[in-house]
């Protein structure tokens, strides 16, 4: 499917921050500054009877909120919020229209995520629905002309259930400004590397554990420190500073 794609059909419609429509761009020389700088090309609405759950989530990564389609699209931008290399996310970026085949095409990918590593352009869609032939003919020529420009394209479905809960858990601590900044310099500052959750929090003489454990949660949301995600959360969890 993907050698169908005529390359030099290739184009790019977006929506700039101010609401201006920029349509049918060369997609080959669309920077990724405008890119990056578009508002969402769609918005969702809410209707009864609707089938997926959409909303906003306010993203520590852009300051701002995010909007998602589905319980599947919060997971993913969950884990972008979480991901220190991720410093920019864009959501319903941009329209891409191609020919394929001999016929029109168009699709609008759920998030763009600037990266240190560069530019990734992201699909979510369940698993059982990967093998539906249009979504395959959909994201094999989207695949093709994203990796045309070197970026990376990543078709993401479901996550490991545990890892999920606990970056959603440590997403509840994600507000850098409701933390004291001094009882948060003091935990950069005490010996934690190897020490397990449950001795952290009662690590500060004349600090409660109800106020430190917030502020242990939240520096492991800023990979200050970190701990392994793929068990539950317990006091026996250990802190491992990052280089």
Known sequence: MAAELSVASITVSLRSASGRLVENREWAGSSIGGLAGAAPWRTFRWYRGQRHYSGTYWSATMRDHVIYESRLELARLLFADFD?????????????????????????????????????????????RWSKPEVALTFGWTREAVELRGWKYEVWSEPPAVELENIRFLSG????????????????????????????VACLPGRSEEQVRPAVYHLLWTHEFTVDLDRPFSPAHVLRRTA
Request: proline share 7%.
């Open 84 to 128: 220190p290399s991720v410093r920019r996310i864009v959501a319903q970026p941009f329209l891409l229209k191609a020919e394929v085949g001999g016929a029109a095409r168009k699709h609008i990918p759920d998030y763009l995520l600037v990266t240190d590593e560069g530019p990734v352009v992201v699909d979510v869609k369940p698993l059982h």
């Open 173 to 200: 601590y994600r507000r850098d400004w409701l933390f004291d900044r001094g009882l948060v310099d003091e935990l950069r500052g005490a010996e934690l590397d190897g020490v397990s959750l449950q001795r952290a």
